[in-house]
Each structure stands twice: as C-alpha cells, then as structure tokens.
Nanobody
Framework: VQVVESGGGLAQTGDSLRLSCAVS????????MSWYRHSPGKGPQRELV????????????LDSVKGRFTISRDNTENSNTMYLQMDNLEPEDTAVYYC?????????????????WGQGTQVTVSS
C-alpha cells in the first residue's frame, strides 16, 4: 500500500489550497481516510483535522477548521483518492499535513484493518 500526498505549498491568509492523497496497491479496500497535521510548536502529537468514511457520507472536522475545510474522496473503481479543500487559510493552519488510510486486505490471511500513512506535505500560511 502506497500513500502519497500532494498539493501543499505557500499561501497567504485568506488563500485556498487543495491537498490530495492518492492510495495505490493491490488487493485491498480503503475504508476510513483521514487528514492529520503536525505543527512543530504544538507538541509531538499529530492533530486530527478531518475524517471521511468509506462511502463518503459522513465526515468529521476539527472545530477550528469547520466551515473552511472540506474533505472528500473518489471511490471509483480505479481510484482511491482523498482531497482536502482548504479555504480561508490562517497562519495557524501552518503544518505538515499527513494522510492516513485504513485498509482491509482481500486475503483471508490478513484480518482486520491496517493503517498506512503518507510522507506528509508542508502547508505554510503567512499573514
């Protein structure tokens, strides 16, 4: 399972950016997909920004991004891609953004869900 984020970069307050997370590999189904972020000045833990369920019908957002960020996913046959549309960006959104996916393998040798992380993409918002 490969997880690759893209779309980060430099922005100014009020700008928009769109992050993408592409999942590739064989013989698995992607279930929950999430965006986390880590800011150096906020401790070692990654902060959950948004989560979207398998069917895309339910989503969770961190309070500070509600109304500004929108999570979505493309579950077509040949695509497992998640997006994070970030509007009205603020300097406090500056962080490395990570994609996390939970997958289930088709093989009966692997039961349950397994989590995979991407390498992260930097988002920097200046005032």
């Amino acid at each position: 399972v490969q997880v690759v984020e893209s779309g980060g970069g430099l922005a100014q307050t009020g700008d928009s950016l769109r992050l993408s997370c592409a999942v590739s590999g064989n013989s698995f189904t992607v279930f929950t997909m999430s965006w986390y972020r880590h800011s150096p000045g906020k401790g070692p833990q990654r902060e959950l920004v948004a989560t979207i369920t398998h069917g895309g019908h339910s989503a969770y957002y961190l309070d500070s991004v509600k109304g500004r960020f929108t999570i979505s996913r493309d579950n077509t046959e040949n695509s497992n891609t998640m997006y994070l549309q970030m509007d009205n960006l603020e300097p406090e959104d500056t962080a490395v953004y990570y994609c996390k996916v939970s997958v289930r393998f088709a093989s009966p040798w692997y039961e349950g869900e397994y989590d995979y992380w991407g390498q992260g993409t930097q988002v920097t918002v200046s005032s």
